[in-house]
């Protein structure tokens, strides 16, 4: 989930994914896991920075970074629940802050059905991106 929005000075938003169990193999047998992370970054207004936390079902902290520009967090569960993100601006006074955020849950699944394996384009892709 991709988005952008507008945190009002003095003002909390919050992102309350629900994080759902698959089953994974190891060398050690059938396990539950999930992935889930995000990253965000602040596109415009004031210093460019806003607090940010996250916290598990039973209300752990799991991030928690003040005054931050940009970051990302990812996180290894085995806890299915509703997880809450928030993004808070209470420091500024006066200043709106649009925020970027990219939100991953899962493993990254294909943009094609047909990409599963890898071919000549995603092997050039790769090589640029390293």
Not at 53 to 59: A, C, K
Not at 79 to 86: F, Q, S
């Amino acid at each position: 989930m991709v988005s952008s929005f507008l945190l009002a000075f003095k003002g909390e938003d919050y992102l309350f994914p629900e994080i759902r169990m698959w089953w994974s193999l190891s060398s050690f047998g059938f396990f539950q896991t999930n992935i889930y992370g995000f990253y965000f970054q602040v596109i415009a207004g004031g210093n460019y920075d806003v607090d940010c936390f996250v916290t598990d079902p039973f209300d752990n902290v799991l991030y928690n970074e003040r005054k931050k520009q940009y970051d990302s967090f990812s996180h290894t569960t085995a806890m299915e629940g509703v997880y809450k993100v928030c993004f808070s601006n209470e420091f500024s006074t006066f200043t709106h802050k649009v925020v970027y955020m990219d939100f991953r849950h899962g493993e990254e699944q294909p943009l094609l059905e047909n990409m599963s394996r890898s071919t000549a384009l995603t092997q050039v892709i790769f090589c640029i991106v390293c």
